[in-house]
């Protein structure tokens, strides 16, 4: 939640006042704001969190641009999570690889009307198949590991 973008996430609920969004996660009460259709759920725990993302029209990866934040998109299990439910996932522009999914819809411009753009696209869009490189089983996550740590000579 420190790289979590709440302007972004305000834009969106500007743009949108008939939808709520639902921010699950420990995002501090002085980085909050009050806007009717925004609901800051905290932290919940792993099973519930998932019963939330399955059941969202769409989701929502806001992390800010800041330099080397990139990585994200190859390493949020919040992006993993919706790409596995086959939910249209809205983000920053920065987070080229994760455009690189069929449901990755960038606010792009970061106004109301970019917005409001990528919002209807989530909410038309068939859901698209699963990369089946984005959720990896236990053995391939520990594999490649392991050839990262060989390969900087840790074993």
Sequence with gaps: ???????????????????????????????????????????????????????????AAFYRAEPGTEYLAETSNKIAQYAYFRKPILGPRHLTRAQRLANFIPVDPPTEDGATAAIEKSLTMSPPEAPPDLVLPWASVRDKILTELRAIGRN
């Excluded at 909050?32 to 993302?53: D, Q, Y």
């Design 1 to 59: 939640t420190t790289l979590f973008d709440q302007d972004l996430l305000a834009i969106c609920a500007d743009a949108r006042p008939d939808i709520s969004f639902y921010v699950v996660g420990a995002v501090p009460p002085e980085r909050r704001f009050e806007k009717g259709n925004v609901i800051w759920t905290g932290e919940k725990p792993f099973g519930e969190a998932l019963k939330l993302a399955r059941a969202a029209d769409f989701t």
